[in-house]
């Protein structure tokens, strides 16, 4: 049976929206495009600018504030989630933590973010910075445990933190030991995240797992699951599913990107204005330029959404021949 027929045109815009605050960043991340490719100019994204964008929306109920760079390099962040919080978001962004100084935790909690994620990708200081390619793994498990710490003292709910590891073959035995860290600190939930591979650094096949878990490496995941459920810990995975049905997939053979619904709910901002259709264009295109769907900076968004590129986005997607930024999903993406 064929799946309905969705709108290359949208009436209303979307409600979730994806704001790069900057695309600089302090780690130098194996598995991450940006440590071997730069696709736009240094740039950190204004409050102005982001106030000039949000503005155009009648309705936003979330707003995630990463993209290619490190959020808390932008001076004016905690500004940006305050303004957010105005309009009535749910505010989140991952982030390295490692300029997550004691004042700026208070900050954090002060701006009613809802979420902090903290990527990580390793229980030792050694798998840390083969992966995240800085010697930043005591300063940052320090930094998070001061801002649990602090969440106790204060007895704040918000922001809800979590750990995030991109599970790779690399580290995976360490994923055990990860949820003991997080119980250590103090954090409440730990995410598995699929590697987004691209032939780069350490981002390459070789070291994916997504279909092709091993007896060894699901007994790694059980082992870290019961862990979690003894320390009364979340374990779950990006996209709302837990780590073994991500990495073992259930993705559509034939079209397992046509699930998605990413070109109808949600749009990609980068620190440049430029529109991309999810968070995942910048790692999974090859053609980036092509991706590009307009620039919010200097058209209304609008008519980007409704605009001829997005259509032709939309249409190519229902195609049994996916745009260039989504060609490949379910085996080069992270859901």
């Known amino acids: 049976m064929n799946e309905p027929k969705r709108p290359l045109t949208v009436a209303k815009l979307p409600r979730t929206l994806y704001l790069e605050t900057t695309n600089r960043c302090d780690s130098k991340c194996q598995t991450c495009i940006r440590t071997f490719?730069?696709?736009?100019?240094?740039?950190?994204?204004?409050?102005?600018?982001?106030?000039?964008?949000?503005?155009?929306f009648p309705v936003l109920e979330r707003v995630v504030l990463h993209g290619i760079g490190e959020p808390l390099l932008n001076r004016e962040l905690f500004e940006m989630v305050v303004y957010l919080k105005t309009k009535g978001a749910a505010v989140v962004f991952n982030s390295d933590a490692i300029s997550l100084t004691p004042k700026r935790a208070i900050k954090l909690m002060e701006s009613g973010l809802d979420e902090f994620r903290v990527s990580m990708d390793g229980a030792t200081r050694?798998?840390?910075?083969?992966?995240?390619?800085?010697?930043?793994f005591d300063r940052v498990v320090e930094n998070v445990t001061h801002l649990m710490d602090q969440q106790r003292k204060l007895e704040r709910q918000t922001p809800r933190v979590s750990l995030w590891f991109t599970a790779i073959k690399a580290n995976l035995d360490e994923l055990p030991a990860f949820v003991r860290l997080a119980a250590r600190v103090g954090v409440p939930e730990v995410y598995v995240q699929r590697l987004v591979f691209n032939n780069l650094?350490?981002?390459?096949?070789?070291?994916?797992?997504?279909?092709?878990?091993?007896?060894?490496?699901?007994?790694?995941?059980e082992e870290a699951e019961g862990l979690a459920r003894e320390f009364g810990m979340a374990f779950k995975a990006s996209g709302l599913t837990t780590p073994m049905a991500s990495l073992q997939g259930t993705e559509l053979a034939s079209r397992p990107w046509s699930g998605c619904q990413r070109p109808w709910t949600l749009s990609y901002v980068t620190a440049n204005g430029n529109v991309l259709p999810c968070c995942i264009a910048p790692f999974s295109a090859k053609n980036y330029r092509g991706a590009l769907l307009g620039n919010a900076f200097t058209e209304d968004f609008s008519r980007i959404w409704n605009g001829e590129p997005y259509q032709q986005f939309r249409e190519t997607f229902e195609s049994d021949v996916p745009p260039d930024a989504c060609r490949g999903c379910g085996l080069l993406w992270s859901i």
Not at 126 to 131: P, R
Not at 202 to 211: C, D, F, G, Y
């Open 37 to 56: 490719l730069t696709n736009e100019p240094p740039k950190d994204l204004t409050l102005a600018e982001l106030q000039g964008i949000v503005d155009q």
């Open 126 to 136: 050694e798998t840390y910075d083969k992966i995240r390619g800085v010697d930043q």
């Open 201 to 221: 650094g350490m981002a390459v096949a070789e070291q994916s797992l997504h279909h092709t878990l091993q007896e060894r490496e699901q007994r790694l995941i």
